[in-house]
């Protein structure tokens, strides 16, 4: 398995202009990327319509989805050739009327494994990338 992931821009939140990311931060960035994009919006060939699970969006579909969303991001992550496996735990809490519900990924690639987190509490979205120092050119 090789392990150059090549580099394209920094944009984890937002795009930062004339920085690139490199190794395990890029592959971090683009599977974020895969996890909030809705399915079907990339335009191109079958590759493309497969690419995306709006986890955010499910959540917000209701409780009853949160029992499947481990292998769904899994089925939707293994897409990449990159990734070779992962795990995923899911919790919900409640507090009155707000929920809150926070997934956590760990993937794992031929340089090493990485974390990532979604947290999504009364309609926001909070991302976060963990467990690796940012490769950027």
Do not use: W
Not at 3 to 12: K, N
Not at 102 to 128: K, Y
Request: proline share 4%.
């Amino acid at each position: 398995m090789t392990t150059d992931f090549g580099s394209d821009t920094h944009c984890e939140r937002s795009y930062k202009s004339g920085r690139f990311a490199t190794g395990l931060l890029l592959v971090a960035q683009n599977a974020l990327h895969r996890l909030i994009t809705p399915q079907g919006m990339l335009r191109g060939g079958k590759q493309e319509s497969l690419y995306g699970l709006d986890v955010p969006g499910l959540i917000g579909h209701g409780v009853a989805v949160i029992p499947t969303l481990p292998g769904r991001i899994h089925a939707q992550l293994i897409l990449d050739e990159r990734i070779t496996d992962t795990g995923t735990i899911v919790t919900q809490s409640t507090d009155g009327p707000a929920t809150t519900v926070i997934v956590r990924i760990n993937c794992q690639t031929a340089l090493g494994p990485f974390e990532l987190v979604l947290s999504v509490a009364d309609g926001e979205v909070t991302t976060e990338i963990l467990g690796i120092e940012e490769e950027i050119a």
